[in-house]
């Protein structure tokens, strides 16, 4: 399983950014997809989730009603649009397929807001 994130950048508070991760290798019948972040000095953390079976999304509380995970089964792509970013939204950002006890990492895109 592979997966590489791309999209980061700086960018003002309110403005908006689209991540990507490229996925290959990887069970679209089974588990599911996610975004993680970590910032400076903190834990990872779980930004947002979709399941493959369904299609059911899960988000943080922090980021409820301004972040959107989806997936392009045909590009084999999963995306994060944030919108109105805030500056305690700076982090490493992350994707990660997981299956079971099983977690698969990206090697994580930068994502910077002042």
């Known amino acids: 399983v592979q997966l590489v994130e791309s999209g980061g950048g700086s960018v003002q508070a309110g403005e908006s950014l689209t991540l990507s991760c490229a996925l290959s290798?990887?069970?679209?019948?089974?588990?599911?997809l996610g975004w993680f972040r970590q910032a400076s000095g903190k834990e990872r953390e779980i930004v947002a989730a979709i399941f493959t079976a369904g299609g059911s999304t899960f988000y943080a509380d922090s980021v409820k009603g301004r972040f959107t995970i989806s997936r392009d089964n045909a590009k084999k792509t999963l995306y994060l649009q944030m919108n109105n970013l805030k500056s305690e939204d700076t982090a490493l950002y992350y994707c990660?397929?997981?299956?079971?006890?099983?977690?698969?990492w990206g090697q994580g895109t930068q994502v910077t807001v002042s």
């Open positions: 990660a397929s997981i299956i079971g006890a099983s977690a698969y």
């Open positions: 290798g990887y069970d679209d019948k089974s588990g599911c």
